[in-house]
T-cell receptor, first 112, second 111 residues
Framework: EDKVVQSPLSLVVHEGDTVTLNCSYEVTNFRSLLWYKQEKKAPTFLFMLTSSGIEKKSGRLSSILDKKELFSILNITATQTGDSAVYLCAGPFTSGTYKYIFGTGTRLKVLA | KAGVTQTPRYLIKTRGQQVTLSCSPISGHRSVSWYQQTPGQGLQFLFEYFSETQRNKGNFPGRFSGRQFSNSRSEMNVSTLELGDSALYLC??????????FGSGTRLTVV
């Protein structure tokens, strides 16, 4: 059964710290892996990763995929209180469909 | 470009009633998926529609159903509501290049 596992489940850091969030997956038919940030309501899209070893960056956030070891990491540098959220990773692991399997998320709290 | 629109934003229903939620996808997106999000279970896939056809279904009872219209708008229906159906229901529309874009969700409370 396809599944996505995120770690840690929760994390508390201080402003300015760097954090690394992990996402590992077991799939039969990998296509891509996505990262989302969820604050109060709908998850907002961060990154889509399809190729191994190519880092995607957006400001202080970056992510990379390792298709050999079946994991991805999301890095946030110089964290700010506004980064406090649940970070979700997900993938459409079945070809020809948009059925996404989500991890349970990592709850990040950044203290001032 | 308008995002994914879900209505209503909030709903309170009593046990045994039924409810219909609506989702309008991003213009040009033909795939619409529905998810249930609860604190204990996280985001759980309900079903996906593509060009008016249900393409995938999650592990939910038959009380949960949906449909998609020719303009790609989708509705989700839950019949005989139970307390455990209280959740945030999220709709997402998809394109191959951009993954999912979620709507703001409908918060359903069953009392």
């Amino acid at each position: 059964e396809d599944k996505v596992v995120q770690s840690p489940l929760s994390l508390v850091v201080h402003e300015g710290d760097t954090v690394t969030l992990n996402c590992s997956y077991e799939v039969t038919n990998f296509r891509s892996l996505l990262w989302y940030k969820q604050e109060k309501k709908a998850p907002t899209f961060l990154f889509m990763l399809t190729s191994s070893g190519i880092e995607k960056k957006s400001g202080r956030l970056s992510s990379i995929l390792d298709k050999k070891e079946l994991f991805s990491i999301l890095n946030i540098t110089a964290t700010q209180t506004g980064d406090s959220a649940v970070y979700l990773c997900a993938g459409p692991f079945t070809s020809g469909t948009y059925k996404y399997i989500f991890g349970t998320g990592t709850r990040l709290k950044v203290l001032a | 470009k308008a995002g994914v629109t879900q209505t209503p934003r909030y709903l309170i229903k009593t046990r045994g009633q039924q409810v219909t939620l609506s989702c309008s996808p991003i213009s040009g997106h033909r795939s619409v998926s529905w998810y249930q999000q609860t604190p204990g279970q996280g985001l759980q896939f309900l079903f996906e529609y593509f060009s008016e056809t249900q393409r995938n279904k999650g592990n939910f009872p038959g009380r949960f159903s949906g449909r998609q219209f020719s303009n790609s708008r989708s509705e989700m229906n839950v019949s005989t509501l139970e307390l455990g159906d209280s959740a945030l229901y999220l709709c997402a529309s998809s394109s191959q290049q951009a993954g999912y874009t979620f709507g703001s969700g409908t918060r359903l409370t069953v009392v």
